[in-house]
């Protein structure tokens, strides 16, 4: 008999939700920081993330989740810098904090 290694859970309808609205909201995000210039790649690795880089610096990348904070969704850091709300129907202070980490002078 053939024994997991770690214990797996099933996936349910809900989760598959919430992960497809995640990856649409980091999508989004992607969108708005790629007309500055910025680099953005949504990633689907168990939970999507979004990867943005600097393309005039090899070492200004980071990952930027879409997570649950109290009665929405907010766009976060790998180390968990708060970059703004995913619902908001303005992304710009997202865009603006995400240029600011990565070193990127935004275009008007």
Known sequence: MVHPTHPTRPVTPAAILTQSLQRKRLA????AVSSHGIWARV???GLPFLRVSNPQ???AVEDITCERR???YVFVTSFGMYLGDCD???LRP???RTARLLG???SN
């Not at 989004?28 to 969108?31: Q, V």
């Open 28 to 31: 989004r995000l992607a969108e």
């Open 104 to 106: 990127v002078e935004l």
């Open 57 to 59: 610096s090899e070492f």
């Open 70 to 72: 109290g009665q929405g």
């Open 43 to 45: 990633i689907d690795d």
């Open 94 to 96: 997202s865009v603006e």
């Open 88 to 90: 908001d129907r303005s």
